[in-house]
């Protein structure tokens, strides 16, 4: 059966490119996927000591509104997130779980002193988006630096692999909506 994925853009954040971001992981999760609008209270979850925003707590807020079983969750914030163990996250996600999280605050080039490059923006929006859905699908990070489950440190790590499953995480999402087989 299909799972619903909302897109849920958090707080008025509403970029004019997330339809891309809803087509092109619909393309690649093989799931129905919508974008929706949130409202959180985000400053309630804003560390003044980090600067940044508890991208746990923000999760557990998130899951707090979802009730559909049938659904996944996934906030989309520009806000710069952190777990506590680590000086950023790009995303979070509970695995095999209803939620997720994606951050765009490092996926920006201005954010390392380069120019503005949308395109770029989008792609590594639908990678982290697809990469917290697979953890939410119960996928663990992948040793192949092609797939999408690669682990990404750093946006650099993010650029290097691509959007889509290798064929082991692919097999293990079990995506119910007919495929064409594949050929060679
Ligand atoms: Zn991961
Ligand atoms: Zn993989």
Redesign the pocket.
């Known amino acids: 059966m299909a799972t619903r994925i909302n897109l849920g853009f958090l707080n008025g954040y509403a970029p004019s490119w997330a339809e891309r971001i809803v087509q092109g992981s619909a393309l690649v999760l093989g799931h129905p996927v919508d974008a929706v609008d949130l409202e959180m209270d985000l400053p309630r979850y804003y560390s003044a000591d980090r600067g940044q925003y508890n991208a746990t707590l923000i999760l557990a807020g998130l899951l707090r509104h979802h009730s559909d079983p049938d659904s996944k969750i996934v906030g989309i914030t520009r806000v710069d997130l952190f777990i506590p163990v680590l000086t950023f996250v790009f995303g979070q996600?509970q695995l095999d779980g209803p939620g997720a999280l994606v951050s765009t605050h490092r996926l920006r080039s201005e954010y390392y002193g380069l120019p503005r490059d949308r395109e770029r923006l989008v792609e590594r929006t639908i990678k982290e988006v697809v990469?917290?859905v697979g953890?939410s699908f119960g996928l663990v990070?992948c040793p192949d630096y092609n797939c999408v489950?690669h682990?990404a440190t750093y946006v650099e790590d993010v650029d290097l692999k691509s959007s889509r499953f290798c064929p082991s995480c692919e097999a293990q999402l079990q995506v119910d909506v007919p495929r064409p087989p594949q050929t060679a």
């Open positions: 996600a990469h917290e953890h990070h489950m682990a």
